[in-house]
T-cell receptor, first 116, second 117 residues
Framework: GAVVSQHPSRVICKSGTSVKIECRSL??????MFWYRQFPKQSLMLMAT?????????EQGVEKDKFLINHASLTLSTLTVTSAHPEDSSFYIC????????????FGSGTRLTVV | AQKITQTQPGMFVQEKEAVTLDCTYD???????LFWYKQPSSGEMIFLIY??????QNATEGRYSLNFQKARKSANLVISASQLGDSAMYFC??????????????FGKGTTLSVSS
């Protein structure tokens, strides 16, 4: 089945630094990937849609300068949290769309970010 | 207005019993897809079942079935013969416009299921 690799799984960083999270589709080409944010015991909130070779589309209220998304190839999308603050601490999870399947959404295992 | 509504924050069931997790949705599209995912404490999202809006029969996958009532815009998940390993958070999600590759899944707030022995 389709596999999406996301890493790191956990990261702790200091306030003011940047953190990069990678999302990679291993056995299919994903022209579109999605980034979600999830607070404890809450829903997944869509942050942005990442399209290969073009600018990401951000949801309302998501700061595009803070959450930089790059989708440089058909198998890799990255999310960079810039100038991280403690309130950016959260669980970030990516999803890759396999366009050949109507139910083809595969999720990475998520990244737990803690900013200290 | 919420696109996906899950009204049960928590559900409790005993092993071997069946349980129904509720989900209602709101869309004006004729073509859409409905999904259920399981999220254990590890955080991974495990795909359980999918129902397309044009599918005439309710979807089933092993112990999971989706009770799709289109006129009522509901897509309830039924888990038969619950197991301890079913304890997790369950999310209902929707994609509008089935064949557009760029359309994201929108999630409900989730239901925490606890299975006891």
């Amino acid at each position: 089945g389709a596999v999406v690799s996301q890493h790191p799984s956990r990261v702790i960083c200091k306030s003011g630094t940047s953190v990069k999270i990678e999302c990679r589709s291993l056995d299919f080409q994903a022209t579109t990937m999605f980034w979600y944010r999830q607070f404890p015991k809450q829903s997944l909130m869509l942050m942005a849609t990442s399209n290969e070779g073009s600018k990401a589309t951000y949801e309302q209220g998501v700061e595009k300068d803070k959450f930089l998304i790059n989708h440089a190839s058909l198998t890799l999308s990255t999310l960079t949290v810039t100038s991280a603050h403690p309130e950016d601490s959260s669980f970030y999870i990516c999803s890759a769309r396999d366009p050949g399947k109507v139910d083809g959404y595969t999720f990475g295992s998520g990244t737990r970010l803690t900013v200290v | 207005a919420q696109k996906i509504t899950q009204t049960q924050p928590g559900m409790f069931v005993q092993e071997k019993e069946a349980v129904t997790l509720d989900c209602t949705y709101d869309t004006s599209d004729q073509s859409y897809g409905l999904f259920w995912y399981k999220q254990p404490s590890s955080g991974e999202m495990i795909f359980l079942i999918y129902q397309g809006s044009y599918d005439e029969q309710n979807a089933t996958e092993g112990r999971y079935s989706l009770n799709f009532q289109k006129a009522r815009k509901s897509a309830n998940l039924v888990i038969s013969a619950s197991q301890l390993g079913d304890s997790a958070m369950y999310f209902c999600a929707m994609r509008e416009a089935t064949y557009q590759a760029g359309t994201a899944l929108i999630f409900g707030k989730g239901t925490t299921l606890s299975v006891s022995s």
